[in-house]
């Protein structure tokens, strides 16, 4: 805008500054786009950029701060045309994922026993009470998961790459071959495993999705979701997800962005504490059982080497994630409450992938809504805690661990 004198104070208050044209230059680092709209300087142009795909017109519809987290992730999972469709959370990611399927009202979704609490909730309250036919099986078991594929006209099979909190790994290529042979599409929720350990999209997933608010951006400050697919689910998300509205806004994906540049180093030490952090509970007079895919003892060991290995550096062994869970002997939930207010280092916060330690009671928070016995039903005692591994030193890290657990 031309610099002007015969404007009134209250025109020039609102457009001084704005939409100035730098030539010549590129930023460094990608800018915070804050703005809904984008202005062409031709209707010819506009009518363009509603077409062009990043699409500039509507932030609901793309932004150039999305945009480049997008390419980021989609980058990130590799695969040939990989698309990225950045969400405001992981929930609206997970939405977003499984309309995206064209799954209707009457089809069947099978789904995971041990979801996250929210995503089955998501399904009892939402799906199934608009007439989907939702069942819920033990991905271990693939029989169960065949049948309950074969008995209804199953459009979904949805999974988590690492169930919480008992750490049991899926056989993803297996539930997707599963998937398939009954025309159903495998949507995996992957938040557990970053694309640091794990491309699901590679093992046969349709559809994949991140809570980006975990792992991804990693600092504990941004809520956000991702869905990542192949180019030819391009079209649906785009819809889909202009529909439905769950956008990423241009401060979150930035944020994201920049936790993203660290992830590598974060998950390398994330994983290496955790690993330690599991041996050192394993061997704990106070710890009466330590679920990490890591140890040799894990139902799923086997598995999760061959899953996560080709993620490892050559000559190097694989890493087995960095979330594991530990029942405190003869525990009760006053014995597990005085453990975690004891706790002087590690957050007993209810999330996962920060860089801090973080330690959550799923008796208390993930599984609350079950009751005593539905939780033993399912293997959560009430002396079981999730644990995810920080990147701080881990001498630290079983210090406070070693305090807390103190000698009752
Ligand atoms: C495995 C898993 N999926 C999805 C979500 C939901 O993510 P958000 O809180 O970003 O909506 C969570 C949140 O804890 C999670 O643990």
Known sequence: MTPTT???????????????????????????????????????????A?????????????NPTIAALETALATLEGGVGTVAYACASGMAALHAAILATGVAPGERIVASRDLYGTTAALLKNLFLGQGYDVRFVDLGDHAAVDRALGEGDAQVLLAETVSNPLLQVADLPMLAALA??????????????????????????????????????????????????????????????????????PQEAWLTLRGLKTLPLRFERQCANATKIAAWLAAHPAIEAVHFPGLPGHPDHALAARLFGPAASAGEAPAFGAMLSFAIRDANRARVFRFLDR????????????????????????????????RARVGIGDGLLRLSAGI???DDILADLAGALGDE
């Open 6 to 48: 015969q404007r009134h104070v209250q025109t020039t208050a609102v457009h001084a500054g704005e939409r100035i044209r730098r030539e010549g230059f590129r930023t460094t680092s990608t800018p915070i786009y804050n703005t809904a709209t984008f202005l062409y300087d031709t209707a010819e142009a506009l009518d363009a």
């Open 50 to 62: 509603f077409e062009a795909d990043p699409s500039f017109v509507y932030a609901r519809h793309g």
């Open 180 to 249: 398939h042979a009954h025309g159903a599409q495998l949507v995996v929720d992957a938040t557990f495993t970053p694309p640091t350990l794990l491309h699901p999209l590679a093992l046969g997933a349709d559809l994949v999705i991140h809570s980006t608010t975990k792992y991804l951006s990693g600092h504990g400050d941004v809520l956000g979701g991702v869905i990542l697919a192949g180019p030819q689910h391009d079209a649906t998300l785009r819809s889909v997800t202009r529909l439905v509205g769950g956008a990423a806004g």
């Open 343 to 374: 706790l002087e280092l590690c957050l007993p916060a209810t999330s996962l992938g920060d860089l801090y330690t973080l330690v959550a009671y799923p008796a208390m928070a993930s599984h609350r809504e079950l009751t005593p016995k539905e």
């Open 392 to 394: 701080e030193h881990v």
